[in-house]
């Protein structure tokens, strides 16, 4: 069956640093893959997604992920961290129907 | 500027209730769907819709119902056959089965 895992519940990361955020997928199927934000008590926020083309995907806010086919993964990173970027990520997968996987999300903590 | 408007954003169910949450979208997007998240887990994908007057079950679909009579709207009913139906629900549209889903903000449904 078609999945994704977000192996670390939180991420913890000073103002400043470099943050990443991981996320492998189940290998069946082709794996289209998203990055989301969530907000407290807000909706998700769509940061960056791979169908297809090159590995290295830059998105919004000065995110990017890159696919790694031999991994199967799907890492988001960001070179400096901001207080701002505290939030919960998820990485769902996506199929031919547009229904949407999700695992249970990574909370990343930026500390200043 | 167009977007997706769920209402209310809290709402609290009596037991035996039937309650129904609103999802409204301006975007002329032809897909909707419905999630629900609960605390330390991931959406799960209740109903969707690919297009007006056609919807399918998704994952966690008994206890609910749903209406696509308009390509704006997409209704979502929790009836008391759901026993346990204190979460977040989130609303999402997409263009395409390949395009980002975006997000309303959310309605918390709670038990009287």
């Known amino acids: 069956a078609q999945s994704v895992a977000q192996p670390e519940d939180q991420v913890n990361v000073a103002e400043g640093n470099p943050l990443t955020v991981k996320c492998t997928y189940s290998v069946s199927g082709n794996p289209y893959l998203f990055w989301y934000v969530q907000y407290p008590n807000r909706g998700l926020q769509f940061l960056l997604k791979y169908i297809t083309g090159d590995n290295l995907v830059k998105g919004s806010y000065g995110f990017e992920a890159e696919f790694n086919k031999s991994q199967t993964s799907f890492h988001l990173k960001k070179p400096s961290a901001l207080v701002s970027d505290s939030a919960l990520y998820f990485c769902?997968?996506?199929?031919?129907?547009?229904?949407?996987?999700f695992g249970q999300g990574t909370t990343l903590q930026v500390k200043p | 500027d167009g977007g997706i408007t769920q209402s209310p954003k809290y709402l609290f169910r009596k037991e035996g209730q039937n309650v129904t949450l609103s999802c409204e979208q301006n975007?002329?997007?032809?897909?909707m769907y419905w999630y629900r998240q609960d605390p330390g887990q991931g959406l799960r994908l209740i109903y969707y819709?690919?297009?007006?007057?056609?919807?399918q079950k998704g994952d966690i679909a008994e206890g609910y119902s749903v209406s696509r009579e308009k390509k704006e709207s997409f209704p979502l009913t929790v009836t008391s056959a759901q026993k346990n139906p204190t979460a977040f629900y989130l609303c999402a549209s997409s263009r395409d089965w390949n395009q980002p889903q975006h997000f309303g903000d959310g309605t918390r449904l709670s038990i009287l």
């Open positions: 819709s690919q297009i007006v007057n056609d919807f």
């Open positions: 975007l002329n997007h032809d897909a």
């Open positions: 769902p997968r996506g199929g031919n129907t547009g229904k949407l996987i």
